[in-house]
């Protein structure tokens, strides 16, 4: 079936650095892919999304493009912050719609 | 609009009771889904529905039921708890033609089994 794999955390940065999470995936066909973030303590939310292959999502200065080559959609962003400490989820939706995640990636910026 | 609405936020129950988590939505989604969030190993679905009366079985069902008989509501029934099902659950809800627009998440219910 259907699967996502992303880089081990937790992942530790001090404030501005650049951020790299990376996430591959094995699909049939072509999915959709996600970005949810999880604050402490609260739900998931929808960071980005892509849903064809050289699409390019953003959202609060975090990137991702979907790359069909290299079957990957790997999370970016320039300079984080504190704000952006939180468990990043990437994600796709299979043919029948349901959303596989893969297993989390736990992130802290410190000051 | 309240979107996805999970009850109760926390539970506590003792193995072998039985309970349901309750999951409504108010924005006519046609799909809804049930996950646990356990350490380490991400989300995993439990069960999800592409339609009122249509439910299939995801990744980790057992000890688990669902139902789905009106388009809002989608409950998750513990037949009887075991420590092993103490984790975070999470229901969410989706268009179906606007899939690729992503799953709306609830607030999530964390259960303890003792």
């Known amino acids: 079936g259907d699967s996502v794999t992303q880089m081990e955390g937790p992942v530790t940065l001090s404030e501005e650095a650049f951020l790299t999470i990376n996430c591959t995936y094995t699909?049939?066909?072509?999915?959709?892919l996600f970005w949810y973030v999880q604050y402490p303590g609260e739900g998931l939310q929808l960071l980005l999304k892509?849903?064809?292959?050289?699409d390019k999502g953003s959202n609060k200065g975090f990137e991702a493009t979907y790359r069909k080559e290299t079957t990957s959609f790997h999370l970016e962003k320039g300079s984080v912050q504190v704000s952006d400490s939180a468990v990043y989820f990437c994600?796709?939706?299979?043919?029948?719609?349901?959303?596989?995640f893969g297993q989390g990636t736990e992130l802290s910026v410190k000051p | 609009n309240a979107g996805v609405t999970q009850t109760p936020k926390f539970q506590v129950l003792k193995t072998g009771q039985s309970m349901t988590l309750q999951c409504a939505q108010d924005?006519?989604?046609?799909?809804m889904s049930w996950y646990r969030q356990d350490p380490g190993m991400g989300l995993r679905l439990i069960h999800y529905?592409?339609?009122?009366?249509?439910?299939d079985q995801g990744e980790v069902p057992n000890g688990y039921n669902v139902s789905r008989s009106t388009t809002e509501d989608f409950p998750l029934r513990l037949l009887s708890a075991a420590p092993s099902q103490t984790s975070v659950y999470f229901c969410?809800?989706?268009?179906?033609?606007?899939?690729?627009?992503?799953?709306?998440f609830g607030s999530g219910t964390r259960l303890t089994v003792v």
């Open positions: 969410a809800s989706s268009y179906t033609r606007g899939i690729e627009r992503g799953y709306t």
């Open positions: 699909a049939t066909g072509y999915p959709s």
């Open positions: 892509a849903t064809k292959a050289d």
């Open positions: 994600a796709l939706t299979d043919q029948g719609g349901k959303l596989i």
């Open positions: 924005m006519n989604h046609e799909y």
């Open positions: 529905s592409v339609g009122a009366g249509i439910t």
